[in-house]
């Protein structure tokens, strides 16, 4: 339910302020410093909070959840849609009350945000001392250094290079089963709604031989689970000579060797067949049929696929630039049930209400949703973001009232279709990986099956970490239920 509540909350708009976001848990290793990190948006922001937290260990700083004892404040932030950036405003008010009497308390932005409101918040509102973008990290100790000798430390430079891949990120938030790797930065697609082009630069894939090295890690310390992430990791491309996706696909020929999606995949699942192996955003236009083989072949790669579609509709696709159509899309689904069966988890992003959306066109989005039957998706109504394709070129023209019912009927049916897709998992037997308590009762623990569903199940006898069989008995339209047959059955 987690998922629809969130996507609820976007529905309330400007009435409600919940937004996402993640705190620095409380670490004393004996540093002088404290450095607090809140963090709003997509988990590759979340991603991005533990390198940070990684470059400023290194520099003499323990980490702290409370935002009043720290000597550095940060907040990691989002530009995706508009609640975000207003829920940002608001905790950096908050937080500038309590440096009035705390006055040597460094205050920064880090994010997506940087650039765009750059000058607004550091020169004119003059609420922050650091403003510093998503590929400026490794310049973060130099910068709060200028900051606290009276100086405004600014670095918004995007780089075509730079993935962090030397950096070991810090777990932040961690239950020491599950983590994520990040894989690539930037986006080259130009999506006419999204700002991330703009925000994270252009597309840059990291190093695959330091991938393997983080996942190999985190498995030698406990974790079974790895996700890779990426805007857009089917469109993972690298070679020793060349990371920027742009620039190797004009020398291909003169590169030693290309590493692609499927490679990687691949080489991180032959880390260990107890590390279970997930990615994440799969885009329609690049997902090939290479990497749905890759998925087969191995156990531990999770069979769940998050394959945004945005819109049912060709010509609203064509206007978002998605750069495939609703035949193409559903084309890709077809392969997917083909190669990997009805098992597979496949989820979605939608978008209400995009400009000139008729009533026609948000209905091809409903069959769409029928057709495909995703387990789950992250729904949105349209936000325009400034500088985007779409808010140069298009009106932002469906009322606001229209944008929320458009969401709500995809809400709707989106519910009826977990309820439906879970059902079909009652009586099966599964292989589970426990990653937390669940919220509800203290005598369960929650694991998560390979297409990416929550089940529930009794906690005796069982720990964080383990792989459980288990029998599917009841659920929700977000909730598996289910009941433990056996605890760490052999998986290789
Ligand atoms: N790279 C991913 C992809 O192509 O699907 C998604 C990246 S974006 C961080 C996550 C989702 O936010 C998008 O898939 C889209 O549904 C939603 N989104 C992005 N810009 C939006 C906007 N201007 N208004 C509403 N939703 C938006
Ligand atoms: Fe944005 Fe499109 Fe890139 Fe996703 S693929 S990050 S929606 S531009």
């Known amino acids: 339910m987690d998922q629809l509540i969130k996507d609820i909350d976007i529905i309330s708009g400007e009435e409600a302020q919940a937004v996402d976001y993640k705190t620095t848990p409380e670490e004393n290793t004996g540093k002088t410093k404290k450095i607090y990190i809140e963090s709003y948006g997509c988990q590759m922001n979340f991603s991005d909070s533990e390198i940070v937290a ?53 205050i920064g932005v880090l994010g997506c945000m940087a650039e765009r409101l750059k000058d607004k918040l550091l020169e004119e509102e003059k609420i922050v001392d650091v403003v510093v973008g998503p590929d400026a990290y490794r310049d973060l100790p130099n910068l709060v250094n200028a900051a606290e000798d009276g100086r405004k430390g600014v670095n918004t430079f995007l ?52 991938i393997v090295a983080e996942a190999r890690d985190l498995f030698e310390r406990g974790y ?82 998050h394959l945004p579609v945005q819109s049912g509709n060709s010509r609203v696709l064509e206007l978002m630039n998605r750069t495939y159509d609703r035949e193409w899309y559903l084309d890709r689904v077809k392969a997917i049930r083909e190669i990997l069966g009805e098992e597979c988890g496949i989820s979605s992003d939608m978008i209400a209400g995009f400009c000139t959306e008729t009533e026609e066109e948000h209905k091809d989005t409903l069959t769409l949703m ?15 973001r400034p500088g985007t394709l779409a808010a140069k070129k ?61 089940v529930i199940v009794p906690s005796e006898g069982l720990k964080i970490g383990d792989y459980v069989k288990v029998k599917i008995k009841d659920c929700t339209a977000a909730t598996l239920f289910g009941e433990v047959l056996e605890i760490n059955p052999a998986l290789a």
């Open 370 to 384: 029928d057709i495909v039957k995703y387990d789950f998706s992250y729904m949105f109504y349209y936000s325009e």
């Open 54 to 106: 990684s470059i400023m260990k290194e520099n003499g700083y323990d980490t702290t959840a409370d935002f009043q004892q720290a000597d550095v404040v940060f907040l990691n932030t989002c530009s995706i849609r508009e609640k975000a950036e207003q829920t940002v405003r608001n905790r950096l008010n908050h937080f500038n009350a309590v440096k009035k009497n705390k006055p040597e308390m460094t």
């Open 224 to 305: 079974r689970e790895v996700t890779l992430l990426g805007q857009n990791v089917d469109s993972y491309k690298w070679s020793p000579e060349e990371n920027n996706k742009a620039r190797l696909n004009k020398k291909e020929e003169e590169v030693s060797e290309v590493v692609n999606f499927a490679n990687l995949l691949e080489m991180v699942a032959q880390v260990n067949p107890l590390l279970r192996v997930r990615f994440s955003t799969s885009h329609p236009k690049d997902i090939t049929d290479e990497v749905l083989y890759t998925m087969k072949k191995y156990d531990n790669i999770c069979k769940y696929i």
């Open 159 to 210: 780089s075509r290079e730079e993935t962090y891949a030397d950096i070991a990120p810090v777990r932040l938030n961690s239950n020491g089963v599950t983590a994520f790797i990040s894989i690539m930065r930037g986006c080259d697609n130009m999506c006419s709604f999204c700002v991330v082009p703009f925000t994270r630069g252009r597309e840059r894939s990291r190093d695959p031989h330091s």
């Open 394 to 454: 298009y009106t932002d023209d469906i009322p606001l009232d229209v944008k929320k019912r458009r969401l709500n009927e995809i809400i709707e049916k989106q519910t009826q279709l977990s309820l439906e897709r879970n059902k079909l998992d009652i009586g099966q037997e599964q292989i589970i990986l426990i990653e937390g308590t669940s919220k509800k009762s203290e005598f369960e623990l929650k694991g998560r099956n390979s297409a990416n569903k929550v």
